[in-house]
């Protein structure tokens, strides 16, 4: 999710956009369309506090508890600096690579399977953008301008010597009760 000015995150890191249940359904519906979640280290700890229990609490949307339910179950590939302790409730499906990232990434988009998809991991699909690894980027564009914070892209995503641009592919409005759009884009590299 960014903000109408670009922004991943505003000032003092804080996720201060707006969230609704057309958010929440179309992060599911990506969720169905996967086989893997690729995460960077921090958002995977962020999530695997937050997710695991979601499942079986009534005091949340039926959206988010069959998320959380596909999110228990999925393989989740979390890139690292260096080892970590996989989330208990995730220890099953969770697999770490700290070495040699870009080959093992690539890799993993030969295997069979259905798409992978990231949440959160600025850091990490900035990189992947910048060696030629994201195919998409799928935007829920959020109703608010922030002014400062995180900003979404490094400028410009340099790709072994070509610079990385957006195709659009679709655009849609993420439910007509949301003043939220899905702007959907494929990643083209060109010569500088």
């Known amino acids: 999710m960014v903000s109408l000015d670009g922004y991943y995150e505003g ?3 804080l996720m201060d956009l707006p969230f609704d249940d057309a958010f929440a359904t179309y992060n ?11 995460l960077g280290h ?6 695997g506090g937050f997710w695991p229990q979601v499942e079986n609490d009534p005091s949340f949307s039926k959206v988010d508890r069959e998320f959380s339910k596909r999110y228990n179950k999925v393989e989740k590939v979390v890139v690292s600096d260096g080892p970590i302790e996989p989330v208990a409730a995730w220890r099953d499906t ?3 690579i700290s070495d040699d990232v870009y080959t093992a990434i690539a890799k993993l988009k030969r295997e069979p399977g259905k798409e992978i998809v990231m ?7 900035n990189d992947l953008l910048a060696h030629r690894l994201i195919d998409e980027l799928h935007f829920v564009v959020g109703n608010a301008v922030l002014g400062d914070g995180t900003p979404a892209f490094t400028e410009p995503i340099p790709a072994d010597g070509q610079v990385a641009t957006l195709q659009l592919l679709d655009t849609l409005r993420a439910s007509p009760k949301s003043d939220n759009i899905i702007v959907k884009y494929a990643v083209k590299y060109s010569n500088k």
């Open 42 to 47: 921090t958002s995977y700890m962020m999530f």
């Open 94 to 96: 969770t697999r770490v």
């Open 28 to 38: 599911l519906e990506r969720l169905k369309t996967a086989s893997t979640v690729l």
């Open 119 to 125: 949440w959160g991991s600025h850091i990490l699909w």
């Open 11 to 13: 000032p003092g890191g």
